[in-house]
């Protein structure tokens, strides 16, 4: 059984950035894809980035290209997310799963993004 821990979350003003990490335990995370998403209030969780196996491909949510970068560290078993220029509806809970999210979710980090 995977369990998943995600750290890093905070307030910050717009424009700041942050660095989200999330660390697998229980099984390596190493030959999946994974991914972050996030959850603002009374919204559906939605989608926000994913990274191969290999950390070799990425795809971003349009809503966070080119301000979001997605890695990895397979040794570490950790999946981070740095988000640079950040903006206030970037508000939520983040979370990390495999991309297909079909792991037991952990327990989220808050971002809170204030104008």
């Known amino acids: 059984q995977v369990q998943l821990v995600e750290s890093g979350g905070r307030l910050v003003q717009a424009g700041g950035s942050l660095r989200l990490s999330c660390t697998a335990s229980?099984?390596?995370?190493?030959?999946?894809?994974m991914a972050w998403f996030r959850q603002a209030p009374e919204k559906e969780r939605e989608f926000v980035a994913r990274?191969?196996?290999?950390?070799?491909?990425?795809a971003y949510a349009d809503s966070v290209k080119g301000r979001f970068t997605i890695s990895r560290d397979n040794a570490k078993n950790t999946v981070y997310l740095q988000m640079n220029s950040l903006k206030p509806e970037d508000t939520a809970v983040y979370y990390c799963n495999r991309v297909l999210g079909d792991w037991d979710w952990g327990q989220g980090t808050q971002v809170t993004v204030s104008s």
């Open positions: 990274i191969s196996s290999s950390g070799t491909n990425t």
């Open positions: 229980g099984r390596t995370i190493s030959s999946y894809v």
